[in-house]
């Protein structure tokens, strides 16, 4: 599993965004995808999985109802579409992969790959 994230940019308050994370390997459909963010200061917190088939999703509580996750295995592509965006949003994005059977871990410890991250920057 090699991940590649894109996508970041500069939004305003109430934008949108989409992230991309392309993964160039074999396994994509067997591992749950997260996203994870780290704002300046702040530990890497989670965001929100996805499990392998795609039909099971997670958010943390900060970003219900605003962001989506998806995944197109065909394409070995994970999304994160960021809608309402406010400036607490602003970090550093990292997509993951953990391996596991059903459920997800939300941990930042318990992943197994990790892609470069992308900065998001929502003005106010």
């Known amino acids: 599993v090699q991940l590649q994230a894109s996508g970041g940019g500069l939004a305003q308050s109430g934008g949108s965004l989409r992230l991309s994370c392309q993964d160039s390997?074999?396994?994509?459909?067997?591992?749950?995808l997260d996203w994870f963010r780290q704002a300046p200061g702040k530990e890497r917190e989670f965001v929100a999985a996805?499990?392998?088939?795609?039909?099971?999703?997670y958010y943390a509580d900060s970003v219900k109802g605003r962001f989506t996750i998806s995944r197109d295995n065909a394409k070995n592509t994970v999304y994160l579409q960021m809608n309402g965006l406010k400036p607490e949003d602003t970090a550093v994005y990292y997509c993951?992969?953990?391996?596991?059977?059903?459920?997800?871990?939300?941990?930042?410890?318990?992943?197994?790959?990790w892609g470069k991250g992308t900065q998001v920057t929502v003005s106010s």
């Open positions: 996805i499990s392998r088939g795609g039909g099971i999703k």
């Open positions: 993951a992969a953990e391996r596991r059977p059903n459920g997800y871990s939300g941990s930042v410890n318990l992943m197994h790959y």
């Open positions: 390997g074999r396994a994509f459909s067997s591992y749950v």
